[in-house]
């Protein structure tokens, strides 16, 4: 290791102690501007529905709450686990954190599939206007984002499990950041798509 | 200053395949940032081509050189690459090489991501360009690709979509990285009020990027699945509104402007010091200024759509005249900072100027247009033409050149060419204004923009034909700057650590740098270490004596 190295390691490690990691803030950042994305697909439906004077329009059958409503729980339930995560991991409880790990890697997995099997009570095809386009492209995002998320919580789990943490708890944090998004949404889409429209 | 003139002992020569294979793996910053530039170059190339096209196409009136189709592809092609394929990485570019060296940092702070980012864009642009090459062309709806007409383009149309997601997701990826480095990177004593402003600036533009770009991306998205998927965002007959459309591509289109110039005024705002000899005047002024038009830049995208009658037209002009303002207190910042200075008229400098002067230009048509009266007369006419012309390449492209003077010695540790730099400067100054600046009145008597022939017996001829010789003029200055480059590339390395008497870090370490980037790195004080480093050796000096 150079002096300069040395001297850089060492403001790092100053800092170290108050500042967030490069990851966490870089997920941070990638996360407001998921945020961006997203908002302006709700500005399209901002936008709609304060033209339309039936909305949703009256082609447009109401989807059932049943599954959305247990979907949106088990999002919310992997959320928990995964503050239960982030709080053993502070603690120094590895072990209990992998734990915790594969009980929201588990929600996230059983999030994605009730998502797509939410599908089967649609009545209506992409092609059925504005109302149809933003609910199976908001949706669409939504599980290729849940995707993300799965694979993201899958590579933090193998590291988790090989005994990283020890090491780093950034990578399991930033993991965190993406995920607490991905609740965020699911739970907006839910409001709007499902109760919202119900309601 | 004896720390700087350290030199690493000549490594034996490496095959060239491992050399090759070097640069293709790279993750160091410096490397990046120099592929940045020549890709960028590249397609400055291939951009300026199609102008070169365009512009022999309205050479005369009635000209059949190119078929209104054929044209349509040209011009959107051409604003596109410019854009997104030259402008921003152009900046990018500098900025991967310089920003980790002015904060004192060994690399970016995620470097493998940084050469993705890198990556992703030659990549995007080539799938951009295939459009030239599959049925019905390239894209052909302009850079603002609008709707309905992008909604009816062929393949062409959806590699231009693709490319652009592909380029849009290396700008996120780079802003990203931009704003970690800056924020987490700095050497100790480098607090943020004594950052350089061109990390301030890529800082504001890694800003931009990650507030708009996920609009345009957005945008891409139903563009897409409206053409492919049968979804109706953009189709007023089944519920979905063109303002949908327009709403989505401004909020990023407008501070998308200020993406492709900040960046530029940082690089000025670095140069204009040094061959002044004095401190920026207003740092706290300039910093302010940029964070001003930040957040001004959000509030502005209605302007484009003055004619549309969707907007309120006197909250957009509100806003838009707004940003006047802090612009106006960078150029004041510029001018009070030569006032008095002893300036050197060192090629970086000249460029420098060159764009002071031509973005005043430019700014002064940008005020005119933000108002509505005015606007209705003019828009989609050659002024608009002219305007982003003179913002573009009067503001942005004349502070690239100032870059690449300055800093040329610093990346290759070689000089370029005075004499060839000079030429290279009044060919350019001389031929842009001859090129653009007629635009303003063919604007103003109502040639309409986008159009591959006009009459004869409209009376633009002779302007058009003004415009062109000057756009030749522009290709001719920019062969001699080639040439400076081919020239200088073949001469050995002589240039010293610090030739211009820089104020920032990067003029700290050897030229070019070492890979780690700094042997020793001087204490930092104030926001000109290396002034101050040079300050107390002659102080030393006097005393000694």
Redesign the interface.
């Known amino acids: 290791m150079?002096?300069?190295?040395r001297?850089?390691q060492?403001?790092e490690d100053q800092?170290g102690t108050r500042?967030i990691s490069?990851s966490v803030?870089?997920m941070a950042?990638?996360v407001?501007?998921?945020a961006?994305?997203?908002?302006?697909?709700f500005?399209?439906y901002a936008?709609?529905f304060a033209?339309?004077s039936v909305w949703p329009?009256k082609q447009i059958p109401l989807p059932g709450l049943v599954i959305p409503t247990a979907d949106v729980i088990v999002l919310v339930l992997s959320g928990l686990f995964l503050t239960g995560a982030l709080a053993t991991l502070r603690r120094g409880a590895e072990r209990t954190t992998v734990l915790w790990l594969a009980a929201a890697t588990a929600g996230a997995l059983g999030f994605l599939a009730l998502l797509l099997a939410g599908y089967a009570g649609v009545g209506f095809g992409?092609?059925d206007?504005?109302?149809?386009?933003?609910f199976?492209?908001v949706t669409g995002?939504e599980v290729a984002h849940a995707v993300g998320g799965v694979v993201l919580f899958g590579t933090v789990f193998v590291r988790a499990a090989n005994g990283e943490l020890a090491l780093r708890h950034d990578p399991v944090q930033a993991a965190a950041l993406y995920w607490y998004f991905v609740i965020a949404l699911g739970i907006v889409v839910f409001l709007i798509f499902y109760l919202g429209a119900t309601l | 200053m004896a720390t700087t003139e350290v030199r690493v002992p000549a490594a034996a020569p490496r095959p060239r395949a491992q050399r090759i294979l070097d640069w293709l793996t790279t993750t160091d910053h410096k490397k990046i940032g120099i592929m940045y530039l020549v890709n960028s170059f590249t397609f400055f190339a291939f951009g300026g081509a199609m102008a070169m096209l365009m512009r022999t196409q309205l050479l005369q009136p009635n000209d059949h050189l190119f078929t209104p189709a054929e044209y349509n592809q040209l011009f959107t092609m051409h604003g596109t690459i410019m854009i997104f394929m030259v402008i921003f990485p152009l900046l990018a570019g500098f900025g991967n090489y310089f920003v980790p060296l002015q904060i004192g940092?060994?690399d970016m702070?995620?470097p493998r991501?940084n050469a993705l980012s890198f990556w992703l864009l030659p990549a995007g642009g080539l799938v951009l360009l295939a459009g030239f090459a599959v049925k019905g062309g390239a894209a052909a709806a302009g850079w603002t690709n609008y709707v309905p007409l992008a909604l009816q383009g062929e393949a062409g149309e959806d590699l231009w979509l693709l490319g652009l997601l592909i380029v849009g997701v290396s700008s996120?990826l780079g802003?990203?990285?931009f704003?970690?480095t800056i924020?987490?990177?700095r050497?100790?004593g480098m607090s943020v009020r004594r950052m350089p402003i061109f990390c301030w600036a890529t800082l504001g533009t890694s800003l931009l990027v990650?507030?708009?770009?996920?609009?345009f991306?957005?945008?891409i998205?139903?563009m897409l699945?409206?053409r492919h998927?049968?979804?109706?965002?953009f189709d007023p007959a089944?519920?979905?509104?063109v303002?949908?459309y327009l709403?989505?591509f401004w909020?990023f289109g407008h501070p998308e402007v200020y993406i492709l110039i900040m960046a530029a005024w940082g690089i000025i705002s670095e140069i204009v010091p040094v061959f002044s000899g004095r401190p920026l005047f207003g740092y706290n002024g300039v910093v302010l200024a940029l964070m001003l038009v930040i957040a001004l830049s959000f509030s502005v995208w209605g302007h484009h759509m003055f004619t549309t009658g969707l907007v309120d037209n006197s909250f957009f002009t509100v806003t838009t005249e707004l940003i006047s303002v802090p612009t106006g207190v960078l150029f004041f910042n510029w001018l009070a900072t030569m006032w008095g200075g002893k300036i050197r008229f060192e090629p970086p400098m000249l460029f420098a100027l060159g764009f002071i002067a031509m973005f005043v230009i430019g700014g002064i048509d940008g005020v005119w247009m933000a108002s509505p009266a005015m606007d209705y007369a003019i828009h989609d006419t050659y002024f608009v033409v002219s305007h982003i012309h003179y913002v573009l390449f009067g503001g942005t492209v004349f502070a690239v050149m100032a870059a690449m003077y300055y800093w040329f010695p610093k990346m290759t540790g070689r000089m370029l060419d005075r004499k060839l730099a000079y030429v290279h400067f009044w060919l350019m100054l001389i031929g842009f204004n001859v090129a653009f600046f007629p635009m303003h009145y063919l604007g103003l008597d109502g040639m309409p923009r986008r159009i591959a022939e006009y009459p004869a017996n409209a009376g633009w001829t002779m302007l058009n034909i003004l415009s062109s010789s000057g756009a030749y003029l522009i290709a001719v200055s920019m062969l001699v700057a080639l040439a400076n480059l081919v020239i200088t590339l073949r001469r050995p390395r002589t240039a010293p650590a610090d030739p211009w008497e820089g104020y920032t870090l990067e003029w700290a370490t050897s030229s070019p740098p070492p890979p780690?980037?700094?042997?020793?790195?001087p204490p930092v004080h104030s926001e000109r270490p290396v002034y101050d480093l040079r300050r107390a050796a002659v102080t030393e000096e006097v005393a000694g004596a």
Not at chain 1, 2 to 5: L, R
Not at chain 2, 210 to 215: F, M
Request: aromatic content about 10%; proline content about 3%; cysteine-free.
């Open positions: 150079s002096a300069v190295e001297v850089m060492a403001a800092r500042a490069s803030m870089g950042i990638f407001a501007s998921e961006i994305f997203f908002a302006a697909f500005g399209v936008s709609s033209s339309e329009p992409i092609k206007g504005i109302y149809a386009s933003l199976y492209v995002l | 940092a060994l702070a995620f991501v996120l802003a990203i990285n704003i970690v924020l987490r990177l050497a100790p990650v507030l708009a770009l996920p609009s991306t957005a945008n998205v139903m699945a409206d998927l049968g979804t109706t965002f089944q519920g979905g509104s303002a949908n709403n989505t909020f780690h980037n700094f042997d020793v790195l």
